[in-house]
Every structure is written in structure tokens, then in C-alpha cells.
């Protein structure tokens, strides 16, 4: 998931430590605060920008969002919606019980809850589910090829997408209430894939095609506005009740906003002066807002380690960076360093050189992109970096470094606009708005070059980082919903993370084994220069009561009180 679009289980009960020299000192309340304080009222969210696209649960591949979907939307099973440790289990939610898969792993049988009705009043049905998945291959959700190819039909879907026919691997049974998946093979993942927001039942009258505003939902709060340039609006589900305190808690405030249009330094100010309560999950702090935050505020600031990674993509198919030795020259003459500090400083943010984060199902420490290569960055190598340029007969190429307009993601860009035209090439910023950048480099028709992007884990296994955003069925041509933005397809590789899909099944330490291996094979191939795994920043208004750092949602908002 992306930042702006997103997530093993995270440490809880994280102070916030900082030096004033590393950005923010001082101390921050534990990740797992209890809720606590009173309902009502009206919790205002502050964004520089909504994300590309509207809050279509089919679509929409955003923490800014999913933080918000998690409030309007349910499916069969969810995660816990809890901070700390237990937020990493998978609940119950429109189903009664977790079943057990049959058929060697390839059948699964949900029994439903009766009586839940849509936040339009309808009541939900198995057969929804049916319709839900459809239309997700019908609107080319992102995750399409990537998540749900794994049921019967799905081949057939993603070739024809308008005429899409699942009855025979989502089959619903509206008598009994129960509905039933047919895989082509046992899936490891299927429950972390049905508990995300791709997964979540939407009503049938739901048009099968994007919606600029979510479709009614189960849970505690509706959608009643969406205005990409002024707010989205949350106001309470009349027709909701509580059936699962674990999946769908009732939400303490009224009312949900989120303003969008300042910039992220405007933003701070307001939620300092106690005019809006919490940045959304698309902006980050400003650095130079850090040392203030530390000796003023210092007890609204959460700090929270993240399973993540911010990196900038080649475009692997468009010169100069469809040769490998320009990629990996690029590479070595990266300083980390310096990145992180635009960041916040070391006490934020860590330097990598691959995909998977550190401390992650897969993750074995591995940097061939450094002075001393080995394990961890040390320095960039300037010398290797030119000869590798000089090499790639690259040099004097034009390149657009694109970004968004974010101050801290804009930070970055320049940075590589700089460096690369110290090594010789001329380079230029494509500085986009955040509601459009992400789309714009998904796109292969805009042929972008060289992309900054970030992903946080959709759930905790490698696949998610490595397959979701490297693997060829992630790569959708001239597409809005094409995360695989280095549109990097290699067979080889891909066949390797097949297999390791289906080792998952019996022997997961093993799987992790091959894992740690793509993730070395995609580093030398350099389809990225990975920047590094940053911590995330709440700040809060000092109203707010009961924050809660769930390690799947993040900061839990419909759980905070600002009564």
C-alpha cells in the first residue's frame, strides 16, 4: 500500500526518543494508548491533497484511504482493529467464524451473518460477494492479477475484463448464507487478501465502474461527500449496530472530515493552535517542523517503526535506465545518508539497499550498492558510479526525475535531479500534484523515467512488496492501476516467486528462503534505487484522546476521542 498509497508485526508501546540534533526530541505517548474519552463530535483530518482517484474500495491502493474504508466498509474477515501486536490477527467480520479450507487447501466456505444491513438500508447477502468480486476485475482493480488471480476464473477475467464471470469460484449460496471460494491452487495469503479493502462487500447497486464516492457500506460511518478540492465527509451509519467490537467497533466521533488544500506546513501550524486534530497518512512532518514538535509538543507527537520502504523506480523499458549498468551507477553513487536526512534524520529513517524492510518475512540484509559492499550502506562510490555510467554510453540523457509536490517528496526529487546531472546526465524536476503522481507513473503511456514512490506492507509476506510491485502481473499497460511502475517482467524472476507462493503453503521458512533470494536478484538487477525504511509521525491535536497504532491500519481514527 502506498503512503499516500501503504504495512510483521510492528514493536508496540514505541516512545518517542529523538535527539533535537536527529530532527525531534523529547518524549511521545506508547502506541498502545487505550481508548478512552467520550463520543461525538467532529474529527477534522487536514491533507495537502486527496489521493488520485475517489474512495472506491475496488481501486483506491491508499493508507490515506484504507485509514478511512476500514470505517465504511467490511468483508468476511478483517484485521483485529486494535493497536499493538494483536492488530496483526485476522478476525471474523461478515462471517461468523474462520473456516477451515478443504479440498487440499483450495475450497473455502464462509457462513455469513443475517440481518447486516448497507448503509443505504439494503441488507447484505452472500451473492454481494459474487457481484464485489466481479466488478473488481471489471474496473481493473490494481490488485486484480496480483491478489485474486488465484480463483477459478480469474484468467479469464483479467483477459476479458467486461465480461467477467465468477459463479464458479465465488459461489453464493443466499438460502443457507454462505459463500464459498474455488482457487485454482492452495493460496498461503487468501485470508490477508479477503481482509483488506479490495476484499469489502459493496451493495448491487453499486455500478460496475469507478465511483468518484464510496459506494454504501457496513460499517459505522458513511461517505455523504467527496470534493477532491475541498473535503470528504464521514457522518455515522444509521443502520449500523455492532456485531464484533474486534472487526467494527462503534466509532467515537459524529462526524469525519477531511480538508484538503494546505500545505503540510500550514497543516502542522493548525493541529499545533488545536484548529484540526490529525495530518492525514499521505503527509509526513516537515523537517524543520521536528525540533519545534519536540520541545513544545512533544506529548502529541507517536512515532511508530513501519514495515516500509520509500524508493525512486527506474522505468526499466525507456532509455537511458532500460541499461543496467545506468541503474546500477545510479546506484552507487546514491548517498543515503543525505536522503535520510531530508527525511528527518537517523532517529526517522534507516538506509537500504532492497526491497524488503528489515525485520520482515524475507528479509535477509544485503547492500552490493556501497564502498564496501556487503550487508549495509556505507558510503556512496563515486568512482564505480561514473565508470558503470561511462560504460552504459548514457551519458548527456535527458531525464525527468517525476515527484510529487509534497515538501519532503519534492526534497528527494531535486536531490536526484543533482545528482544525476552531476553524473552527467540533464536532468529536470516533474514536480505533480499528489492526486495525480502516482496514477501519472503507473501509466506506461507516460513513459516516466524515474519515479518516487513508497510502499507500506498490505499485510505481512514478501509477496506483497516483491510480487505486488515487481511481478509481471502487476504490470498493466497504459493503466492508472499499475503499481509494477518500473514495469519490470522478467520470467525468471517471476517464475521464482511462483514457486514460492506455493512452498508457502506447506513450508512458509522455506518460502522465506527463496524470497530472500528474489529480493537479492531484483537489487542486482537495480529496477529501483531503494532510499530507505522510515518511521511514521502522528501528530495530533491536544483534544485527542485514546490514539491507538494498529500495525495493518496505522493510527485508528474512528477510535479516538476528541470530546
Known amino acids: 500500500m502506498r503512503r499516500s498509497w501503504r504495512w510483521m508485526a510492528l514493536a508496540s508501546g514505541v516512545a518517542l526518543v529523538l535527539t533535537a540534533a536527529a530532527g525531534c526530541g523529547g518524549g511521545g505517548k506508547s502506541t498502545k494508548s487505550k481508548s478512552k474519552g467520550h463520543g461525538g463530535g467532529t474529527f477534522t483530518i487536514l491533507a495537502h491533497t486527496a489521493p488520485s482517484g475517489g474512495p472506491d474500495p475496488a ?43 478443504t479440498n487440499g487447501g483450495k475450497t473455502w466456505t464462509f457462513k455469513l451473518r443475517r440481518g447486516i444491513k448497507y448503509s443505504n438500508g439494503t441488507t447484505v447477502k452472500p451473492s454481494d460477494f459474487t457481484r464485489t468480486f466481479e466488478r473488481l476485475f471489471k474496473v481493473k482493480g490494481p490488485t486484480a492479477g496480483s491478489f485474486y488471480k488465484v480463483l477459478v476464473g480469474a484468467d479469464a477475467c483479467l483477459k476479458t475484463a467486461a465480461t467477467c464471470n465468477l459463479s464458479n469460484s465465488v459461489v453464493a449460496d443466499d438460502k443457507n448464507y454462505t459463500v464459498t471460494f474455488h482457487l485454482t491452487g492452495p493460496d498461503p495469503e487468501f485470508l490477508d487478501k479477503l481482509a483488506v479493502p479490495f476484499a469489502f462487500v459493496l ?73 484540526a486534530d490529525a495530518l492525514s497518512g499521505a503527509d509526513q512532518v516537515p523537517a524543520d517542523r521536528l525540533p519545534e514538535l519536540s520541545s513544545k509538543y512533544s506529548n502529541q507527537v507517536h512515532v511508530n517503526p513501519t514495515p516500509s520502504v520509500w524508493y525512486m523506480a527506474f522505468n526499466v523499458r525507456v532509455p537511458p535506465f532500460d541499461n543496467l549498468k545506468a541503474r546500477q551507477g545510479v546506484n552507487f553513487a546514491t548517498d543515503h545518508n543525505a536522503l535520510v536526512k531530508i527525511y528527518g534524520g537517523p532517529k526517522l529513517a534507516q538506509p537500504t539497499c532492497q526491497i524488503l524492510p528489515p525485520n520482515f518475512p524475507g528479509y535477509e540484509p544485503y547492500c552490493p550498492y556501497t564502498k564496501s559492499p ?57 514536480a505533480l500534484s499528489t492526486d495525480i503522481q ?20 498490505d499485510y505481512p509476506a514478501a509477496s506483497d512488496f516483491l510480487n505486488v510491485l515487481l511481478g509481471c502481473g502487476s504490470y498493466v499497460p497504459n493503466s492508472d492501476a499499475s503499481p509494477n511502475i518500473s514495469e519490470f517482467c522478467d520470467k525468471a524472476t ?45 501528530l495530533l491535536a491536544k483534544r485527542v484522546q485514546g490514539y491507538q497504532f494498529s500495525p495493518e491500519w496505522f493510527f485508528l481514527i474512528d477510535q479516538a476521542s476528541v470530546q
Open 494 to 538: 517471476q517464475a521464482k516467486m511462483d514457486q514460492a507462493l506455493k512452498v508457502g503453503v506447506t513450508n512458509p521458512a522455506k518460502a522465506n528462503k527463496l524470497w530472500a533470494q528474489i529480493d537479492r536478484d531484483v537489487v542486482d538487477k537495480a529496477v529501483w534505487v531503494p532510499l530507505f525504511n522510515p518511521k511514521f509521525v502522528d
Open 59 to 101: 481501486i483506491n491502493y491508499t493508507l490515506q484511504y484504507w485509514q478511512l474504508l476500514i470505517d465504511t466498509h467490511d468483508g468476511l474477515v478483517v484485521f483485529k482493529k486494535v493497536g499493538g501486536n494483536e492488530g496483526t490477527k485476522i478476525v471474523p467480520d461478515l462471517a461468523i467464524s474462520i473456516p477451515k479450507p
Open 438 to 457: 502516482y496514477s501519472y507513473c503507473q501509466n506506461s503511456k507516460n513513459k516516466v523515467q524515474f519515479c518516487y514512490s513508497s510502499w507500506y506492507q
Open 203 to 275: 451493495p448491487p447497486s453499486t455500478p460496475m465502474k469507478a465511483v468518484t464516492i464510496a459506494p454504501p457500506g457496513t460499517g459505522p460511518y458513511k461517505f455523504v461527500e467527496y470534493n477532491p478540492r475541498g473535503q470528504a465527509k464521514l457522518v455515522r451509519n444509521t443502520y449500523f449496530k455492532e456485531w464484533s467490537k474486534d472487526a467494527q467497533p462503534s466509532g467515537k466521533p459524529d462526524t469525519i472530515i477531511e480538508k484538503f488544500g494546505l500545505s503540510v506546513e500550514a497543516e502542522v501550524t493548525q493541529i499545533e493552535n488545536g484548529q
Open 374 to 430: 556487503g550487508t549495509k550502506w556505507s558510503a556512496p562510490d563515486m568512482a564505480k558510479a561514473q565508470q558503470l555510467i561511462g560504460a552504459s554510453g548514457t551519458k548527456g540523457a535527458s531525464v525527468k526525475v517525476n515527484t510529487d509536490t509534497n515538501e519532503v517528496d519534492k526534497a528527494l526529487g531535486l536531490y536526484f535531479v543533482g545528482l544525476l546531472n552531476k553524473l552527467g546526465y540533464k536532468a529536470q524536476l516533474q
